[in-house]
């Protein structure tokens, strides 16, 4: 018996095939869509038919044969066409279409129908209604012009805070912290969201209803000079404060600058009453009594080798010898004292700055610790403390990172910055006043730090760009840095006079190395050079720089010396060589013993002709070197 064999049935493929290849590979075509599908139905309708009968054929009459009308009945009543009604409408819309493009085509030649409207007789016009008609129009306009007026006029009543209380109360709630107490509306002035632990016992100001008798009293008639409520000051916040920054020298005041919460004569806005101004002057009052607070407290706390002084509303520091600084609590109960609140005209501007940046930046600490610390509870150690441990810092890193300036030192650093930035400027202006040649100018540098500025000096001679010196300044708090143009670093004290004799030094180096160039230039050769010679008078300050050229043919020579004292005095000497008073003897029988001895004639140089001192030194040369 034959073993079963399994047998699988599939479902035929229902697509047609497209396309057999040459190696046998049938291609079908893809299923159809719904819409597809939808469209091929329809292509097979043919809308040429007639229409179908729509009722079934009367019935025969009664005379007919009975066979027949059962047949009948029996038979299958015929469907009606499914698109019967959709061939009447589009028939019924081409019709409508063709009529109204027929009547479109008639009325646009003109020829046989007019659509131009027909003319209607003008009725008459009475001038004395014309104008009674006009009239009325007038006074209508003009009555909603008034209405409108009176509305607008109403609506800023009811908006003007001159009298409404719960608006002025919005206002004020929206600029100060207020809070309900028995009593009724108390407001706080102080400085405790900002990190401030100064703890003042009158910084609490009073909200009160103004009276209508207050309101009915101001005949200013300025909008925003009354106001629906009042404010009460406590009698130790009224009136002006600032805090004044003086240095002083000899009972000479150097720099002055001025340091507030809010500057003088400021702009009250219309929307804000006159509570904004006594509450602003009020918290400036405030904001300079914690200042000054705090710098005397560090004041005492420094240890300074020269002791800080305060005494009363004064504190005394020392910046360097013979200058001091003086931070000092202005404080008019009185606002109308010009001696108080009048502002300082002769302040240093870029003192006032720098205060002004240290104090920001001390409020931006205060309320940006740094990651990672807690979102509740007391601030931890900083992130470069937390990772001491891991990075295994030793004892001299732990006591680094514990060291801080105080405020009154930053203070003081500024204030000595300042002081040191305004000699430097003073020891540069007079060095480009009284030396004309060569010519010194200096460029400062515009961005710069509190305690750190930067200046550049170029020394130049007219008429000779190859020789150019170049040397930069960086002004510190209590020293200078000078970086000279071959890299040499040289460290100074406060004194002017140091500052001094370097720039002199490098101006005798200046002249020396432009001499050098303008001889290389006019092929004379350089025999020897010395920055510091040691012949001459000795000088308490300043020393002296030479050099020795000698012609292209030999016979002639020209010393140099250039010492650097405060005139900048230059001399010049000249040789001839052979010497003509030379005679042969019988020790000295040979010419070139003529060369020995060469006796050197100083120049008249200041009677020269020349705009300056390479000028000079270039006619000089020239003439020498001049055929007879």
């Known amino acids: 018996m034959a073993s079963s064999v399994p047998i699988s049935v599939e479902v035929p493929n229902e697509n047609q095939i497209q396309e057999i290849g040459y190696d046998g590979t049938e291609t079908y075509q893809s299923p159809l869509t719904l819409s597809e599908n939808l469209s091929r139905c329809a292509a097979k309708i043919d809308f040429s038919k007639d229409k179908t009968a729509t009722e079934l054929q009367k019935i025969k009459t009664e005379e007919g044969i009975k066979k027949e009308e059962d047949s009948k009945e029996t038979q299958q009543q015929p469907a009606l066409w499914p698109w019967d009604s959709?061939?009447?409408?589009?028939?019924?819309?081409?019709?409508?279409?063709?009529?109204?493009?027929d009547v479109l085509s008639i009325a646009k030649e003109k020829r046989y129908m007019v659509l131009d409207p027909v003319p209607q007789e003008t009725p008459e016009v009475k001038p004395i209604v014309l104008v009674y008609a006009r009239k009325q129009a007038l006074i209508k306009a003009g009555k909603i012009l008034s209405d409108g007026a009176e509305r607008l006029r109403s609506s800023q009543k009811e908006?003007?805070?001159?009298t409404d209380f719960h608006i002025d109360l919005l206002r004020l709630r929206q600029n100060w912290r207020l809070k309900k107490v028995s009593n009724g509306i108390i407001g706080d002035l102080s400085y405790r969201t900002a990190g401030s632990k100064f703890m003042h016992s009158n910084g609490m100001f009073e909200v009160i209803k103004a009276d209508d008798e207050d309101e009915e009293g101001n005949t200013s008639g300025t909008p925003g000079s009354s106001s629906g409520l009042r404010v009460n000051v406590p009698s130790q916040l009224q009136g002006v404060a600032y805090i004044k920054v003086v240095t002083q020298k000899d009972q000479e005041d150097l720099c002055t600058a001025s340091v507030n919460l809010h500057g003088y004569g400021a702009n009250i806005s219309q929307q804000t009453g006159v509570w904004q101004k006594t509450l602003e002057f009020a918290q400036n009052v405030l904001f300079c009594k914690e200042l000054f607070n705090q710098l005397a407290r560090e004041a005492v706390q420094l240890q300074a080798p020269i002791p800080h002084v305060v005494v009363g509303n004064q504190i005394r520091a020392t910046l360097l010898p013979g200058i001091q600084l003086i931070i000092s609590l202005c404080h008019s109960t009185d606002p109308k004292d010009p001696k108080e609140t009048a502002p300082i005209n002769d302040h240093d501007h870029v003192l006032e700055h720098s205060l002004h940046q240290l104090l920001r930046e001390v409020h931006h600490k205060n309320m940006h610790h740094p990651f990672p610390h807690p979102a509740s509870g007391p601030i931890g150690p900083s992130k470069?403390?937390?990772?001491?441990?891991?990075?295994?810092?030793?004892?001299?890193?732990?006591?680094?990172?514990?060291?801080?300036?105080?405020?009154?030192?930053?203070?003081?650093?500024?204030?000595?910055?300042?002081?040191?930035?305004?000699?430097?400027?003073?020891?540069?202006?007079?060095?480009?006043?009284d030396v004309k040649d060569p010519q010194i100018t200096s460029h400062w540098n515009s961005m710069n730090f509190p305690t750190l500025s930067c200046v550049k000096i170029n020394i130049t001679s007219y008429g000779f760009d190859a020789s150019r010196s170049n040397l930069l300044i960086h002004v510190k708090e209590r020293s200078l840095k000078a970086?000279?143009?071959?890299?040499?670093?040289?460290?100074?004290?406060?004194?002017?006079?140091?500052?001094?004799?370097?720039?002199?030094?490098?101006?005798?180096?200046?002249?020396?190395?432009?001499?050098?160039?303008?001889a290389k230039c006019m092929a004379w050769q350089i025999l020897s050079n010395s920055s510091n010679?040691?012949?001459?008078?000795?000088?308490?300050?300043?020393?002296?720089?030479?050099?020795?050229?000698?012609?292209?043919?030999?016979?002639?020579?020209?010393?140099?010396?250039?010492?650097?004292?405060?005139?900048?005095?230059?001399?010049?000497?000249?040789?001839?060589?052979?010497?003509?008073?030379?005679?042969?003897?019988?020790?000295?029988?040979?010419?070139?013993?003529?060369?020995?001895?060469?006796?050197?004639?100083?120049?008249?140089?200041?009677?020269?002709?020349?705009?300056?001192?390479?000028?000079?030194?270039?006619?000089?040369?020239?003439?020498?070197?001049?055929?007879?």
Not at 409 to 425: S, V
Not at 501 to 506: E, F, G, T, Y
Not at 557 to 579: E, G, H, L, S, T
């Open 384 to 433: 470069k403390r937390s990772l001491a441990g891991p990075m295994a810092f030793d004892r001299y890193e732990l006591l680094e990172m514990t060291k801080s300036q105080t405020l009154l030192e930053q203070i003081i650093g500024q204030a000595q910055h300042i002081f040191m930035r305004k000699r430097t400027q003073y020891v540069l202006d007079t060095l480009a006043r």
């Open 483 to 518: 970086i000279c143009k071959d890299g040499r670093v040289m460290n100074m004290s406060y004194e002017p006079q140091e500052l001094r004799d370097l720039i002199l030094c490098q101006i005798s180096h200046h002249q020396i190395a432009g001499l050098q160039i303008l």
């Open 86 to 101: 959709v061939r009447n409408k589009l028939k019924d819309a081409f019709t409508e279409v063709c009529v109204l493009s």
């Open 533 to 628: 010679l040691g012949i001459g008078s000795v000088e308490p300050l300043g020393n002296a720089s030479s050099c020795l050229l000698c012609s292209p043919n030999g016979d002639k020579m020209i010393a140099v010396q250039v010492r650097c004292d405060p005139q900048i005095d230059v001399k010049v000497y000249i040789a001839q060589c052979p010497n003509k008073d030379f005679t042969p003897g019988p020790i000295l029988t040979e010419e070139h013993w003529a060369y020995i001895n060469v006796e050197f004639q100083e120049v008249q140089f200041d009677k020269m002709e020349g705009r300056n001192f390479l000028n000079k030194m270039e006619y000089l040369m020239a003439a020498l070197i001049a055929p007879p």
């Open 159 to 162: 908006q003007s805070p001159k």
